[in-house]
């Protein structure tokens, strides 16, 4: 388990070391300064201090798990890059990852097609790709309000037959403030009207100068309907990658974000996590949110079950205690009461900050009829 010193603990407190000894030895254990106590004795302390003290402790725990050790940069090896699609409604996001997804499915996976679990993995050239494909704005708001970031790429999809619309500049916006690097997709170049032209043009107002009007963004023409230029896209998405130095280490316990979550009645709570960095393992102890438990079964994009997954590996989970939700971190915890203890004081605040908002607006709302 985790340990805090006594110092550590005095200074958490407020209090000074000879204070925290003192109440130490009245519970029985006799402690020097720098000695390390376990949590659940540093809460009996802290409790001693009264609930502030113990919440504080608490919120320390959150902080234990949260914290993200460094790696160290030689266990560090190349990872799939994350890909999201972007644009206005219409110009052709769902219709392209469709298209993607069925070219690029090897024979032995074509039972799998029909999975959906929100996020999938290609194959281009013998290297992985990994698709995320929840309803872009929505889920990708929901995330970056959570500080979650998980693309690495957004593929910006401009339909060629209608151009820059309101959409495309949110997506431009979105992409921007994550700071993620903009691939463009010029759709529906079967279309007779498709004018690329027009839409190299109308991205220049918005501080997109494609690469041939002498810029540094990609553009790369496509059909979603024939699978014209599809090759070309991932094998500029490959380039980008290669450019950023993606990186992760699978040799740690994993790390990630889930990228969908629902209530299936027959498998209880079901979340679509992306692993982000570590290995997750079935049997693993897992805090996601305000949700807890052990993965009970991990299936992959094609509908197998898999006993581990890797960094930028989507995965189903199954054995959460609740339902989390989207932009939600994944960490594995050791200790599986130290899990329990740091989700159930999440749930405990959700439950607070909810009743606060509701006495809030029934509170605005009879100063509105008076
Ligand atoms: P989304 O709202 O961005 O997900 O767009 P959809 O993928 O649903 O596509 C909207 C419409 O455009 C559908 O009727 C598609 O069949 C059509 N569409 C998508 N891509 C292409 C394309 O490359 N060529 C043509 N001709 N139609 C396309
Ligand atoms: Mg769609």
């Known amino acids: 388990g985790e340990t805090v010193t006594v110092q550590e603990l005095a200074e958490k407190l407020k209090k000074t070391a000879a204070e925290v000894i003192k109440k130490l030895?009245?519970?029985?254990?006799?402690?020097?300064?720098?000695?390390?106590?376990?949590?659940?004795?540093?809460?009996?302390?802290?409790?001693?201090?009264?609930?502030?003290?113990?919440?504080?402790?608490?919120?320390?725990?959150?902080?234990?798990?949260?914290?993200?050790?460094?790696?160290?940069?030689?266990?560090?090896?190349?990872?799939?890059?994350?890909?999201?699609?972007?644009?206005?409604?219409?110009?052709?996001?769902?219709?392209?990852?469709?298209?993607?997804?069925?070219?690029?499915?090897?024979?032995?996976?074509?039972?799998?097609?029909?999975?959906?679990?929100?996020?999938?993995?290609?194959?281009?050239?013998?290297?992985?790709?990994?698709?995320?494909?929840?309803?872009?704005?929505?889920?990708?708001?929901?995330?970056?309000?959570?500080?979650?970031?998980?693309?690495?790429?957004?593929?910006?999809?401009?339909?060629?037959?209608?151009?820059?619309?309101?959409?495309?500049?949110?997506?431009?916006?979105?992409?921007k403030a994550a700071n993620v690097p903009i691939i463009v997709a010029i759709n529906k170049m079967d279309k007779p009207e498709a004018n690329p032209d027009k839409v190299k043009q109308e991205l220049t107002q918005h501080e997109l100068v494609v690469e041939d009007w002498g810029g540094d963004v990609i553009a790369v023409p496509v059909s979603a309907k024939t699978g014209m230029g599809l090759d070309n896209l991932l094998e500029m998405i490959l380039l980008v990658a290669e450019v950023h130095e993606l990186k992760a280490n699978p040799n740690r316990p994993a790390r990630g974000t889930v990228v969908e979550a629902e209530l299936d009645k027959g498998r209880g709570p079901v979340a679509t996590v992306l692993v982000q960095n570590g290995t997750l393992h079935v049997g693993d102890t897992i805090v996601v949110g305000h949700a807890f438990g052990r993965v009970r079964a991990m299936i992959d994009d094609k509908g197998r079950r898999v006993k581990k997954a890797g960094p930028s590996m989507p995965v189903e989970i199954l054995g959460l205690s609740d339902v989390p939700e989207a932009g939600d971190i994944l960490v594995v915890v050791e200790d599986e009461k130290l899990a329990r203890e740091v989700a159930e004081k999440r749930q405990l605040r959700k439950r607070e900050e909810i009743l606060k908002a509701t006495a809030k607006i029934s509170l605005d709302d009879l100063f509105k009829h008076i």
Request: proline share 5%.
């Open 25 to 175: 030895m009245n519970l029985g254990v006799l402690a020097t300064i720098n000695q390390e106590i376990d949590f659940d004795t540093a809460a009996l302390i802290a409790g001693e201090y009264g609930v502030e003290a113990e919440l504080k402790v608490a919120v320390d725990k959150e902080a234990l798990i949260m914290t993200e050790p460094e790696d160290d940069p030689a266990q560090l090896v190349p990872r799939p890059p994350v890909v999201t699609i972007m644009g206005h409604v219409d110009h052709g996001k769902t219709s392209l990852l469709d298209a993607i997804r069925q070219t690029n499915v090897t024979a032995g996976e074509a039972g799998g097609i029909t999975q959906h679990i929100g996020a999938y993995q290609v194959e281009h050239n013998g290297k992985k790709i990994t698709f995320v494909d929840t309803p872009g704005h929505a889920a990708f708001t929901a995330m970056r309000a959570r500080g979650a970031q998980i693309t690495d790429i957004a593929i910006l999809v401009v339909a060629a037959d209608d151009g820059v619309m309101p959409q495309t500049v949110e997506a431009i916006n979105h992409a």
